[in-house]
């Protein structure tokens, strides 16, 4: 079975700074997907980046971009500029395609520092 | 596009009464639909997965009985918490996938449970 981890419950960041998620997946599939989800307090989920597999390239969108690590199964992502908005929890999921479903991390706690 | 809702978004019940759960795409047609289950700050625990017009499949753990999954059509499921306990009171989020072994996968708001 597919398992996601997140090692850090809780991270801290001041405004403006970088900081950066972990997150390590064990796998056997060579065909599966990898999200980052934010989830403020209104506690909508909101798809913050995706990851294929396949490609090599790692993605970004605007401020934040992820460090994917195939041979190592790991997956973190970098928030650049940190800003007030970016407080939230962070899952970090995996979607393999034999399985069909998400599987989530368990959820690192992001507090961003004015 | 690609919305998901859910109504209501907080719900109130007694012990012992029954409690239905609406999520519905609004934009686009659901083949399968998932049900998740969240304790304040922790993870996602998936229920069960429905498709449309079959039985849902459950996870390891969850009892069919008491929570009861309607997939009636492509743009709305349904998750009826029976004989509800306090135990039961949790937050409850739905999402949906447009094809079948898709990726895509959009999230409604989530659905607050009290029993009191």
């Known amino acids: 079975a597919q398992t996601v981890t997140q090692s850090q419950p809780e991270m801290s960041v001041q405004e403006a700074e970088t900081v950066t998620l972990s997150c390590t997946y064990d796998?056997?599939?060579?065909?599966?997907?990898l999200f980052w989800y934010k989830q403020p307090p209104s506690r909508q989920m909101i798809l913050v980046i995706r990851?294929?597999?396949?490609?090599?390239q790692n993605a970004t969108e605007n401020r934040f971009s992820v460090n994917f690590q195939k041979a190592a199964k790991s997956f973190s992502l970098k928030i650049s500029d940190s800003q007030l908005g970016d407080a939230a929890m962070y899952f970090c999921a995996y979607f393999g395609t034999s399985y069909g479903k998400l599987t989530f991390g368990q959820g690192t706690i992001l507090t961003v520092h004015p | 596009g690609a919305v998901v809702s859910q109504h209501p978004s907080w719900v109130i019940c007694k012990s012992g009464t029954s409690v239905k759960i609406e999520c519905r795409s609004l934009d686009f047609q659901a083949t399968t639909m998932f049900w998740y289950r969240q304790f304040p700050k922790q993870s996602l625990m998936l229920m069960a997965t429905?498709?449309?017009?079959?039985?849902?499949?459950?996870e390891q753990g969850v009892e069919k009985d008491k929570f009861l999954i309607n997939h009636a059509s492509l743009t709305l499921s349904t998750l009826t918490v029976t004989s509800a306990h306090p135990e039961d009171s949790s937050f409850y989020i739905c999402s949906a996938r447009v094809l079948y072994g898709s990726y895509e996968q959009y999230f409604g708001p989530g659905t607050r449970l009290t029993v009191t």
């Open positions: 796998t056997s599939e060579s065909d599966y997907y």
């Open positions: 990851q294929e597999a396949y490609k090599q």
């Open positions: 429905s498709n449309e017009g079959s039985k849902a499949t459950y």
